[in-house]
């Protein structure tokens, strides 16, 4: 039996056949993406205080976006310029989220006067068998510009930083 042969269906049967394509395929776009979860790092110790929050996607282009973060440096030498700096994405110069790596790496320059820039590091690694927590060390250097001939102020702080992925 040759296609010109075939039975005709209805326009019916074929407008029902194809809505119920066109059903399950808006249904399983609008379903949330199981490839993509949430970031949520933290330090907090005598020199810092910070906290990251993003979301993730998981795959060969891992990218990271709605990223948002508030670092406050609370070292007694600390500048009041850095006592509280709001990062957004264009502060997450580089990031590394592989296997049981989870790194970043933060620049940001303020925008007032005296210049000065912050750059913050972030290498952890996920803990035992628990692959949503993760625990490592920070490097932040601080740079804030003399002032009127002044000294300018360099520091570079260490520390421990936790982060969880989920």
Known sequence: ?????????????????RCAVAAVLLLAWAMPAGASGSLD????????????????????????SNFRAELNARGKDAPPAFAKVEMDGTALAHHWFHGNELRLHLYHERAETPFGSLELVLRTRSRDKDETAFAGHYELKLFLAGVDGGKAFERTYRGRATCSAG
């Open 41 to 64: 790092c933290s330090i907090d110790d005598k020199a810092i205080a910070f906290d990251a929050q993003a979301v993730f996607s998981h795959g060969l282009a891992a990218s990271i």
């Open 1 to 17: 039996m040759g296609f010109a042969d075939q039975p005709r269906r209805g326009y019916a049967a074929v407008d029902a056949g």
